[in-house]
């Protein structure tokens, strides 16, 4: 029997539909072999005191080079806002004008200033970015450690303490307490803001592959290379040169290190990290290395400060209270390292002699 063939518009609206369909298959088609064709490419730029590193794939150089240029910029902006070594800059605006006066500021800076004053909240100041004065105290600014008398850094106790940092949301204004100078220092926190700023940027440029990182402090992880399962990381053991404690894989999350394998002085024989305990006013003692994962770069940057001034038992508590966040927590001393897990994703690689993982 003869079947009824469909109307003429029927036909024509198939027609339209299986066109449509080719078309759409054959883009889909191209995209695949586009990404197929992803090459990796990677570039530096030096800037915030250390040099910045991006590794990206992209179907080509002038792709690669033009988010690359994009990225670079954007971090030249914001140490140009948030830099306490250029006067130019709107962070030393607030540390010349803040005691004197509310200083109204532009939404970027305000949101970054109630970030940071959050997370010293949260930890109960072992993360302050008012440790201005005492890193010129001991000489860290430029690399020129010396031993401050007590004296001295009883008298700069009522310059530090970031209770002291009065923020106005309703008005976007910073003013310092009882009109005392205070020297703002994003150190602590500034990189992985940066590095927040370029995955962003990067991820509206419709990237799927990147690994973002500021030095050796912070690093972040957008998708994953091609035909692998994310970004493979090496956590050094800093008891250990040359030795590696953890090998993890990031995607779509940050991993930033706390240390005192680099930036420290020794004087009559002791040994003074960079990283202050604002409470006691003075390096940090028996403390190694914090290695802190968590999903915004900003936050693990300043919890690796926070959990190097803490150590490992009020470090969990914040941790867990932190959703997806995780660290390695190395205290003691190079001869007497003890390692700390706080639900971190993958084994240590300790040798037998070193004291066993133990999850705080």
């Not at 250029?86 to 949101?111: G, K, W």
């Not at 404690?245 to 040994?271: A, D, M, Q």
């Not at 940057?301 to 995780?326: C, E, I, K, Y």
Request: glycine share 6%; hydrophobic share 40%.
């Amino acid at each position: 029997m003869r079947q009824n063939s469909p109307p003429s518009a029927l036909r024509s609206a198939i027609l339209v539909l299986a066109l449509v369909l080719l078309q759409v298959g054959a883009a889909f088609a191209q995209s695949g072999a586009k990404s197929l064709s992803l090459q990796p490419f990677h570039d530096s730029h030096p800037a915030m005191g250390t040099v910045f590193t991006i590794d990206v794939y992209a179907p080509d150089q002038q792709t690669a080079d033009e988010w690359m240029q994009m990225s670079f910029d954007e971090i030249d902006r914001i140490e140009a806002l948030l830099s306490n070594y250029r006067s130019s800059s709107e962070l030393s605006r607030i540390n010349r004008e803040a005691a004197d006066h509310a200083v109204t500021t532009d939404p970027e800076t305000f949101s970054f200033l109630r970030s940071s004053v959050g997370w010293s909240r949260r930890t109960g100041g072992a993360f302050d970015m008012t440790v201005g004065p005492l890193m010129r105290a001991w000489g860290f600014f430029f690399d020129r450690g010396r031993v401050p008398s007590q004296t001295q850094l009883q008298s700069l106790r009522k310059q530090v303490g970031w209770e002291k940092v009065i923020l106005d949301p309703a008005n976007r204004t910073v003013r310092f307490a009882g009109n005392t100078h205070i020297e703002l220092d994003p150190g602590g926190i500034g990189k992985g803001y940066a590095v927040d700023h370029i995955a962003a940027l990067l991820r509206q440029q419709h990237v799927r592959s990147a690994l973002i990182s500021a030095g050796t402090s912070t690093i972040y992880a957008i998708g994953s290379p091609p035909d692998k399962s994310g970004w493979l990381v090496h956590v050094p053991d800093p008891a250990h040169n040359g030795k590696i404690l953890s090998t993890i894989v990031l995607k779509n999350t940050s991993l930033s290190t706390s240390g005192c394998t680099e930036k420290f002085f020794i004087k009559n024989g002791r040994r003074y990290c960079h990283i202050l305990d604002p409470r006691t006013m003075s390096p940090v003692q028996n403390m190694l290395q914090t290695t802190v994962i968590s999903p915004s770069a900003t936050d693990s940057d300043a919890l690796s400060t926070a959990t190097f001034v803490m150590g490992p038992q009020a470090s969990a508590r914040v941790l867990r209270s932190t959703p997806h966040s995780a660290a390695i927590i190395v205290s003691g001393t190079i001869q007497k390292p003890r390692y700390t897990a706080i639900g971190w994703p993958g084994p240590l690689n300790m040798n037998p002699y070193q004291q066993q993982k133990r999850e705080a």
